[in-house]
């Protein structure tokens, strides 16, 4: 790793990360941080997701 942290450089951005965000946030950080690498990576790559269609759901007619 470039910046060579160590398990105790961690733990302390751990904390600090939890005193920013709090616990009950972190989740949505981390899945919002997720998306966005993933979204960076397709675009870095030049991967395109394919178009999908919205289909409208199937209404069931009901016979009397």
């Known amino acids: 790793m ?3 942290l160590g ?3 961690l733990v302390i951005i751990l904390v600090i990360v ?3 965000f709090g616990v ?3 989740p949505e950080v981390g ?3 997720g998306k966005g690498i ?3 990576r397709k675009s870095a790559s030049g991967e395109s997701e394919p178009t999908e269609e919205k289909k409208e759901p199937k209404k069931e007619e009901k016979t009397s």
Request: glycine share 12%; no cysteine; net charge positive.
């Open 2 to 4: 470039p910046f060579r």
């Open 7 to 9: 398990p105790m450089e």
């Open 18 to 20: 939890l005193l920013i």
């Open 24 to 26: 009950g946030r972190l």
């Open 31 to 33: 899945g919002a941080i």
């Open 38 to 40: 993933r979204e960076f």
